[in-house]
Every structure is written in structure tokens, then in C-alpha cells.
């Protein structure tokens, strides 16, 4: 028999009662959660800092969002990225550029370079799997690409490593459904 106002009021002993195993911590152990918890954010800030400082490049990992680029690069291939300022762009490199106005940058072969005689380089891209030139993709009135607006140049690349990273952005459902199973898992292993 249950009482009146008791059901749902109990949550069975199960490792899904974070808020329990919280209370049941004293402060040090709480402070040494909290402590770990920001050690690893921060070290990966510090990677990804280091890896801009090595690269260069203000984005030293990209992930290739569409088809453009094949047969070179495939959609969720992860390209490595380098962007020193001394190296001299040249017609069949391929680069990672913003262009004003968009967010997301493009992956494209640099297919002409104008050098002007006081060393200024502007260039043209293309998709690979593309029948015309970038010209429609720059801002209005840009018929060139500078390197200002270059984030870096493909040096090497892991072939669909990045399609996670896709499926997150496409499904945002599955994210949380695959955050929700990493901690359960998480839960479930601590309490064993």
C-alpha cells in the first residue's frame, strides 16, 4: 500500500542520483571534483592555444563540411592546418579562408596568383569538385583572396575522423542522447 504524497518522492538506490552522491561528499572531496573538472578544461585550452601558437593558424584543425573539395578531401575528413606568413602562397595549394560575412570557412585549391611587384599576392580558388571559381562565394564587389584572409593551408588530414563533429551539428538530438550515455556510463562505472 502507498501512501498518499510519497510516490515519485524516492528515487531508488541507483548510481543516477548525482545530486545525492553530492550531499554525501564532504567540501574536500567536492573541491577536489571541481578542481579535476577545471584541470581538464583548462589543459585542453592550453593545447589548442600551443597548437595555435606552433601552427600559426588561428584554426590549426577543420573539419571539411562538404563535398567540394573531393576527390581530395571528403566531407568529414579532419584537415591539419599551418599558416606562416613567410611561406609564399602558390596555384595548387590547398587553403582553409574566411571570407567576410560567412562564419564557417572554406576549403578550396588556390587555382590563380597575382604577385604585384611591391610583394602584395592576391588569388583565386576553386573547388575541386566545383565547375566555376569562388568569385560568387567572396564578399560583393571581391573579385581576389589576400592573405588576410587565409586561416591556414592543409598539411595533412585523418580521413573522416571529423564526421562526428557533422552528425553533432546536423542531429543536435544525438548529441545529448550520446552526452546522456557517456554519463550514464560514467555513473554507472563509478558504481561498481
Do not use: C
Amino acid at each position: 500500500m502507498v501512501r498518499a504524497g510519497t510516490v515519485g518522492t524516492h528515487l531508488p538506490a541507483s548510481g543516477l542520483d548525482i545530486f545525492g552522491d553530492l550531499r554525501k561528499m564532504n567540501k574536500r572531496q567536492l573541491y577536489y571534483q571541481v578542481l579535476n573538472f577545471a584541470m581538464i578544461v583548462s589543459s585542453a585550452l592550453m593545447i589548442w592555444k600551443g597548437l595555435i601558437v606552433l601552427t600559426g593558424s588561428e584554426s590549426p584543425i577543420v573539419v571539411v563540411l562538404s563535398g567540394s573539395m573531393e576527390p581530395a578531401f571528403h566531407r568529414g575528413d579532419l584537415l591539419f592546418l599551418t599558416n606562416f606568413r613567410e611561406d609564399p602562397i602558390r596555384a595548387g595549394e590547398i587553403v582553409v579562408f574566411k571570407v567576410e560575412g560567412r562564419d564557417i570557412p572554406i576549403v578550396h585549391r588556390v587555382i590563380k596568383v597575382h604577385e604585384k611587384d611591391n610583394g602584395d599576392i592576391k588569388f583565386l580558388t576553386k573547388g575541386d569538385n566545383n565547375e566555376v571559381d569562388d568569385r560568387g562565394l567572396y564578399k560583393e564587389g571581391q573579385n581576389w583572396l589576400e592573405k588576410k584572409d587565409v586561416v591556414g593551408r592543409a598539411r595533412g588530414f585523418l580521413p573522416y575522423v571529423g564526421m562526428v563533429t557533422i552528425i553533432m551539428n546536423d542531429y543536435p538530438k544525438f548529441k545529448y542522447a550520446l552526452l546522456a550515455v557517456m554519463g550514464a556510463y560514467v555513473l554507472l562505472k563509478r558504481e561498481s
